[in-house]
């Protein structure tokens, strides 16, 4: 992840896997210099599939990677939504993700679909570029009623910030 070309590209088989197409892009991206990773979902209809992407943008430092050696934190992080219908061959538009903590959060799931229709998108908050840990250390999970329109709540999973404060 730490390529300073890195993105999600997507291909695909008709042969169970005998052979498979040239790789494309999940998107162009219009922001550059970046890079881009996507967490992908199956939702419980079995037919719409989830992009949820982390953009890491990199403008000012186009020959590092996404983590600041110094701080061991994220450069600045766009999260952004697409959502395909047939089978991941064509993506809706991205629209963007505005989650209700502000900072950096850990790339590290995709979204999940409860019984009742929210999505939960479980993460943990992590430093910024400056070294900035504004939630402290915490893996919270955000909820959804609105389909990724918006994302309304934060449940709290788990908060280290007196264990990690101890520890130091």
């Known amino acids: 992840m730490e390529s300073l070309d890195y993105a999600s590209y997507l291909t695909w088989s008709d ?100 019984q009742d229709g929210r999505w939960l998108y479980p993460t943990s908050t992590c430093k910024g570029w400056d070294g900035e840990w504004p939630n402290g250390f915490q893996a919270v999970a955000f909820v959804s009623e609105s389909q990724g329109e918006a994302w309304e709540s934060v449940l709290p999973i788990f908060d280290g910030t007196q264990v990690r404060n101890n520890v130091l």
């Open 15 to 114: 042969d169970s896997g005998a052979s498979w197409s040239e790789p494309v892009p999940l998107f162009e991206d219009p922001v550059q210099p970046s890079s881009h990773g996507a967490k992908y979902s199956l939702l419980r209809d079995g037919t719409t599939l989830l992009a949820f992407v982390t953009r890491y943008n990199r403008e000012g430092r186009e020959e590092e990677g996404i983590l600041s050696r110094e701080t061991f934190g994220y450069t600045e992080l766009d999260y952004l939504l697409t959502r395909s219908t047939d089978e991941g061959r064509t993506w809706s538009p991205l629209s963007e993700v505005t989650l209700p903590l502000a900072g950096a959060m850990e790339p590290c799931h995709h979204i999940i679909e409860l």
